[in-house]
């Protein structure tokens, strides 16, 4: 249990680092993340898979993921009488999380790439991709950053954590905003208070 809490708030430390959640944010009431004028309707689900070959330019599609869909998409309801807490600026995040039936050395053994799409209708509109590699940490965890394609805003990243039983559990968070006015104006060289 005290494995599972470290791994859960080094998650945590990480997604607040890249801007992904406010500090505190509940899930189990957050607000649908269409983000206002999104080429994605995140309701509709945003197709996501594991593609052969590297970004930009992968290949066939090798293991199908669940579509980053918002909070609201996955049945969690936001009691609208009830003000949302932290910071009015917060950018929306979406997520997907999905169990492929390999182990995290399997899909580490050749190129792979982690590729979102502008929707089902529009498959060949990439919105984010990102490169599988690297070395998993002791407990078989391997974070991995996913790129905006097409000017589309979007960008993120991708959890991929070995499991015992040989599968590999992905999880992807999803928002738009992040490289633009929201962080495209802080100074990385100098650390916040």
Same mark, same amino acid.
Request: charged share 10%; with cysteine; hydrophobic share 50%.
């Given at each position: 249990?005290?494995?599972?809490?470290?791994?859960?708030?080094?998650?945590?430390?990480?997604?607040?680092?890249?801007?992904? =959640?406010?500090? *505190? /944010?509940?899930?189990?009431?957050?607000?649908? +993340? !269409? @983000?206002?004028?999104?080429?994605? &309707? #995140?309701?509709?689900?945003?197709?996501?898979?594991?593609?052969?070959?590297?970004?930009?330019?992968?290949?066939?599609?090798?293991?199908?993921?669940?579509?980053? =869909?918002?909070? *609201? /998409?996955?049945?969690?309801?936001?009691?609208? +009488? !009830? @003000?949302?807490?932290?910071?009015? &600026? #917060?950018?929306?995040?979406?997520?997907?999380?999905?169990?492929?039936?390999?182990?995290?050395?399997?899909?580490?053994?050749?190129?792979?790439?982690?590729?979102?799409?502008?929707?089902?209708?529009?498959?060949?509109?990439?919105?984010?991709?990102?490169?599988?590699?690297?070395?998993?940490? #002791?407990?078989?965890?391997?974070?991995?950053?996913?790129?905006?394609?097409?000017?589309?805003?979007?960008?993120?990243?991708?959890?991929?954590?070995?499991?015992?039983?040989?599968?590999?559990?992905?999880?992807?968070?999803?928002?738009?905003?992040?490289?633009?006015?929201?962080?495209?104006?802080?100074?990385?060289?100098?650390?916040?208070?």
């Amino acid at each position: 249990m005290v494995f599972v809490r470290r791994r859960l708030a080094a998650l945590a430390a990480l997604l607040a680092l890249c801007g992904l =959640v406010a500090g *505190g /944010a509940n899930y189990a009431t957050a607000q649908d +993340a !269409t @983000p206002v004028g999104s080429p994605v &309707a #995140a309701t509709a689900g945003i197709p996501a898979h594991i593609h052969a070959g590297m970004c930009p330019e992968v290949g066939p599609v090798v293991f199908p993921l669940a579509d980053v =869909v918002g909070a *609201g /998409a996955m049945g969690m309801d936001m009691a609208m +009488a !009830t @003000p949302m807490a932290g910071g009015g &600026a #917060a950018i929306p995040a979406m997520m997907s999380v999905t169990t492929v039936q390999a182990d995290l050395t399997t899909i580490l053994s050749a190129q792979h790439a982690i590729n979102l799409h502008q929707s089902a209708e529009a498959i060949d509109v990439y919105i984010a991709c990102g490169d599988i590699g690297g070395t998993p940490d #002791a407990g078989n965890n391997l974070v991995v950053g996913l790129a905006e394609r097409n000017a589309s805003g979007f960008s993120g990243v991708a959890w991929l954590h070995g499991n015992d039983d040989g599968t590999t559990t992905v999880t992807i968070f999803l928002a738009q905003g992040l490289s633009g006015g929201a962080m495209g104006g802080m100074d990385m060289a100098t650390p916040a208070a």
